[in-house]
């Protein structure tokens, strides 16, 4: 049957895996937040040393619309829904278009007794390197043979996240430093020896690690300056600095709390 509560893990549907499944709870949850802060001198008040987003846990609810004679098939069904989770990967609900959050992790549950034909059970799905919903498509500005200069992008969501930067060579020549600034945030590479027929690009994976590359080599040890290019939710100005022309293309995946 098709639900009004729709979930899906990789692209496949839930409720496609049997038609006796029926989604009876989606809680999308809201990113954990772990602050730390210490008293400051005098009567009132504290002082913020730490503020860091743990997890999201999102709870699935449902139950097998089976007769308790058929226990077999129940728990078919059941272990059917259990291999579906384990996948990981994007998750997506049905109310929630154009959001995705990514799957590291996964808590079953019991399967209790396969008589009780009223039992619901819960899956969380937790999200630990990127613990955000995040857009499924990115919002893109692109610079024709720039050497130096700024674009604008309207960054989404409405917490903090990180923008994608590919640099094209179309000097034909050698570039070797590049810098950029966005957010408050300048990264600056040194020595990075991009060929003229090369791209740079600075990209992160579903594991929200930083990753910068030359030509498909990494240069990440050429970096210096800010840990990466955390811009805030609105209008932001990327500004760019590099030895010879190229083709800038900055992208940005929204986050949502």
């Known amino acids: 049957m098709i639900l009004a509560r729709r979930v899906a893990l990789g692209g496949v549907q839930l409720d496609e895996l049997h038609e006796s499944i029926v989604i009876q709870r989606v809680d999308p949850g809201t990113p954990q937040r772990n602050i ?8 009132a008040g504290q002082r913020i040393t730490g503020d860091h987003w743990e997890k999201l846990e999102v709870v699935v609810e449902y139950g097998i619309d089976l007769p308790k004679r058929q226990m077999e098939l129940r728990r078919q069904i059941f272990d059917a829904v259990n291999a579906w989770a384990l996948r990981g ?6 109310w929630m278009p154009n959001r995705r959050a990514w799957v590291d992790k996964v808590e079953l549950p019991n ?5 009780d034909w009223t039992k619901s059970y819960t899956i969380t799905f937790r999200a630990h390197a990127v613990p955000f919903w995040v857009d499924e498509m990115p919002v893109q500005v692109t610079n024709q043979l720039i050497t130096s200069g700024s674009v604008s992008i309207e960054v989404g969501g409405n917490v903090e996240s990180v923008l994608d930067v590919s640099f094209a060579n179309r000097s034909g020549m050698t570039i070797n430093n590049f810098r950029i600034s966005a957010g408050g945030n300048t990264i600056v ?3 990075m020896g991009l060929g003229g027929s090369e791209t740079l690009h600075i990209s992160h994976g579903t594991d929200g690690l930083l990753r910068i ?6 240069v990440l ?24 022309a190229g083709t800038l293309t900055v992208r940005n995946y929204g986050r949502y709390a």
């Open 36 to 43: 730390s802060a210490v008293s400051m001198m005098g009567g």
């Open 221 to 244: 040890d050429r970096r210096t300056g800010a840990d990466d290019l955390y811009v805030l939710p609105g209008a932001n100005t990327v500004t760019i600095q590099s030895d010879r």
């Open 89 to 94: 990967g994007w998750l997506t609900v049905g």
């Open 111 to 115: 399967s209790g007794d396969m008589w």
């Open 213 to 218: 590359t030359a030509g498909g080599r990494s």
């Open 189 to 191: 590479l040194s020595s």
